[in-house]
């Protein structure tokens, strides 16, 4: 039996790694030897962990799990013939797991910016930019995100690594004595960013910004960006030296050319056990698929594992034909430590609850704590916590 992960993020080493220990034999396919773990990443651009230090590299994750890895980049999905096309080989299979992540919606001007949830090396980019600003002692930085108006769950962690950025600069600029040479302002087009994290956690955005004097701009379309402004539909602009904007989630284009059922966006339409709708043999996990009937929730690397769990065992329940089952819609549920640089809020929204609770310093060590913890735990040198 041939099985086949494609993508090596939070979903598809997870999925590898629970196939591996149903005992199945299993090949991953991604275009990098390492998996990026986003969410540390926003302490890049501020200089308090290195791009070597966000890595995972996929070849170590093969010698403590046992899965095979391809480095290839995947060009064509071909589910009609069962083999995906690569830049270098054609690999057949009889499973397919898909966990490629996603795409961005597309915005006049947006190389005019930059993301931290783009491609890594962004990251990095954002640093020197930003030491540049600094060198100079002044200058306007804006820091925004984006949705997609055809999929309420696109929006990556609901804003929630474009408010770290931003408070992290500001502790940042802070921390070299300029922040009063700075002006920091926090954009985006809806009226009220960050509500899908919850009513509660909006209200209490409002004391972040006043605690880390950062403007704000709501409410107003975003027409283009230029290299020097973001302009606005109705033709006012907003002055920005560096750009950080998070753009909405877009389903990616080798997903799109695919006869796979998708939403408008372009994310895969799964069942609640993960699998691909009228597909018995293709699972979609992770930011790739569709999350329908809960608009509140959001794409997560915490859900993304959730449903590498979910498939696999569905997978392998059904190979066994024991009839068992699991549903990766009674598990969702946002959960997040948004970190602000000296601190952190805890924030958990499920379909019932909505909670934000502000953890001044401790909060920080708490996310700095789930970093290590992450790899630690997947290179197999510390156990399991349940959930996490
Ligand atoms: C800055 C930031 C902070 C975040 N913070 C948090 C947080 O605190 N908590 C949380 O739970 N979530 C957080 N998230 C969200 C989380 O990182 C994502 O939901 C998660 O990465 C999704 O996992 P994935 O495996 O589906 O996709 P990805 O992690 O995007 O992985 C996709 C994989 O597919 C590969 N790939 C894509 N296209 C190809 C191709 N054509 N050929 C070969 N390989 C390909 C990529 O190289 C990559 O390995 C954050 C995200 C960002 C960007």
Same mark, same amino acid.
């Given at each position: 039996m ?13 999925t ?19 998996? /990026? ?28 799990h ?12 071909d589910?009609?013939? %069962? ?13 397919? /797991? ?21 491609k ?10 930003l ?47 300029l ?15 960050g ?8 209200q ?27 302009? !606005? ?66 794409? %997560? ?13 569905? !997978?392998?329940?059904?190979?066994i ?54 790899? %630690?735990?997947?290179?197999?040198r ?7």
């Amino acid at each position: 039996m041939k099985i086949l992960v494609l993508g090596g993020g939070f979903a598809g080493i997870e999925t590898a790694i629970k196939l591996r220990k149903y005992g199945y034999e299993v090949t991953l396919i991604s275009e990098r030897d390492y998996m /990026f773990i986003y969410p540390i990443s926003i302490w890049i651009p501020v200089s308090k962990i290195s791009f070597e230090d966000t890595k995972l590299n996929l070849f170590e994750l093969q010698k403590k799990h046992g899965f095979n890895v391809i480095i290839e980049k995947i060009t064509k999905i071909d589910t009609n013939n %069962q083999q995906i096309i690569t830049d270098k080989n054609t690999h057949k299979y009889d499973y397919l /797991f898909i966990a490629l992540g996603m795409s961005k919606v597309h915005i006049k001007g947006l190389e005019n910016t930059h993301s931290i949830c783009g491609k890594p090396d962004e990251a990095t980019i954002i640093k020197d930019k930003l030491n540049q600003l600094v060198e100079k002692g002044t200058g306007n930085i804006t820091v925004g995100f984006g949705g997609n108006p055809n999929d309420p769950t696109a929006t990556t962690m609901r804003g929630g690594p474009a408010f770290e950025l931003l408070f992290n600069i500001s502790h940042f600029i802070k921390n070299k004595g300029l922040r009063d040479k700075f002006i920091i302002t926090f954009f985006a087009p809806m009226a009220e960013p960050g509500k899908r994290m919850g009513k509660k956690a909006f209200q209490k955005m409002g004391g972040f910004f006043e605690r880390y004097h950062v403007k704000t701009h709501f409410g107003k379309k975003i027409k283009e960006f230029t290299k020097d402004a973001i302009v !606005f539909a109705d033709e006012t602009k907003l002055k920005s030296d560096l750009t950080l904007y998070i753009s909405g989630g877009d389903g990616l284009p080798i997903i799109k050319e695919t006869s796979l059922p998708q939403n408008e966006t372009g994310f895969v339409k799964i069942n609640e056990l993960c699998r691909v709708e009228n597909e018995d043999n293709i699972y979609v996990i992770g930011d790739a698929a569709a999350i329908r009937n809960h608009p509140w929730a959001a794409k %997560q690397g915490h859900i993304a594992e959730v449903m590498a769990d979910v498939s696999t065992y569905n !997978f392998h329940n059904m190979i066994i034909a024991s009839g068992k089952r699991k549903s990766y819609w009674e598990k969702l549920h946002i959960i997040c430590v948004m970190d602000s640089g000296d601190g952190a809020a805890f924030v958990v929204r499920t379909s019932k609850k909505e909670i934000m609770i502000p953890l001044p310093i401790v909060g920080h060590w708490l996310k700095k704590g789930w970093g290590w913890y992450y790899k %630690q735990s997947k290179m197999k040198r510390m156990f399991r916590i349940p959930g996490m």
